[in-house]
């Protein structure tokens, strides 16, 4: 079995720290380098109901997009949420281990295994690292249909390809505009607009989208929007990334158990469809 060290090394491979945002808080949480490491959990947020799993898992290395601390603490004392965590992890010889914003930049990364969730074919990064000569790396990813659909064929998709959650997909747009491209980003996209219209693409799939960014789009362009659950946008990441450390622990002999939470936590668990159906929703008449 692999020592912690050896695994944290392999994962700074794929997830280098420094593509990172500075604000974030990437890399390992807790954990004792020298530990070993035989069964490892993916999962996108470091919550309890997820350190439980990871408990009950008898894993050894929990690894999540969502960092735990993002802004620093001086506390871990267990009557907080996160402190709990943290007590749970210890007195369980779990290590926790993150990879977000470095994730996402990363080649393939987050946006990557989203278009491949949606059967996208990836053209280039939507907001390309002006440091990487291969012109692979950077935030979001453009994509091509082999064959165009609907918006409503392209939300269908989503619906049924995504993991199941009570927001399902938001769609702003001609349900019947011809879609050719697409923009994904993982996570929150907001950020992304001005991007997004620059590359000049039919469709944005992403999730968190406000009022205001998108009735902006909309009013601007025919640019057309899809905006799922958070949670849901970056969920595929976590079956890409454990394929990732399968083949790493193959080629190194390390026998690692890698496993995928299937644990919601998307915050938001429950939705009141209004009466209107989902056909009438943004459609021209
Ligand atoms: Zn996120």
């Known amino acids: 079995m692999p020592r912690l060290s050896e695994v944290t090394a392999a994962l700074a491979a794929l997830w280098p720290a420094s593509l990172a945002e500075g604000w974030d808080a990437v890399g390992t949480v807790a954990g004792d380098p020298d530990a070993q490491v035989g069964r490892v959990l993916f999962a996108v947020d470091p919550v309890q109901e997820i350190v439980d799993e990871a408990v009950k898992l008898g894993a050894d290395l929990l690894i999540t997009h969502h960092p735990l601390y993002l802004r620093g603490t001086t506390t871990v004392a267990a009557s907080t949420f996160k402190g709990r965590v943290v007590h749970t992890l210890i007195k369980n010889d779990i290590a926790l281990h993150v990879a977000h914003t470095n994730a996402d930049k990363a080649d393939p990364g987050v946006s990557d295994a989203l278009a491949g969730a949606l059967g996208l074919r990836v053209v280039r990064p939507l907001v390309p690292d002006p440091a990487d000569p291969a012109g692979?790396?950077?935030?979001?990813?453009?994509?091509?249909?082999?064959?165009?659909?609907?918006?409503?064929?392209?939300?269908?998709?989503?619906?049924?390809?995504?993991?199941?959650?009570?927001?399902?997909?938001?769609?702003?747009?001609?349900?019947?505009?011809?879609?050719?491209?697409?923009?994904?980003?993982?996570?929150?996209?907001?950020?992304?607009?001005?991007?997004?219209?620059?590359?000049?693409?039919?469709?944005?799939?992403?999730?968190?989208?406000?009022?205001?960014?998108?009735?902006?789009?909309?009013?601007?362009?025919?640019?057309?929007?899809?905006?799922?659950?958070?949670?849901?946008?970056?969920?595929?990441w976590c079956e890409l990334a454990a394929s990732q450390l399968e083949q790493i622990s193959d080629r190194e002999g390390w026998g690692l158990r890698v496993h995928v939470s299937r644990t919601p936590t998307d915050p938001w668990t429950a939705h009141a469809a209004s009466n209107s159906p989902l056909t009438t929703f943004g459609a021209p008449n």
């Not at 607009?193 to 406000?210: I, K, M, N, P, S």
């Open 136 to 236: 692979r790396r950077g935030l979001g990813r453009i994509c091509e249909l082999d064959h165009p659909v609907t918006l409503r064929e392209l939300a269908g998709t989503a619906a049924d390809r995504l993991p199941a959650t009570a927001q399902g997909i938001r769609v702003a747009g001609d349900l019947d505009a011809t879609i050719r491209t697409v923009a994904v980003s993982g996570g929150s996209g907001d950020s992304l607009f001005d991007d997004v219209r620059a590359a000049g693409v039919d469709a944005f799939l992403t999730a968190d989208l406000r009022h205001h960014p998108v009735s902006e789009a909309r009013e601007h362009s025919s640019l057309a929007l899809l905006d799922a659950a958070h949670w849901a946008t970056e969920w595929p």
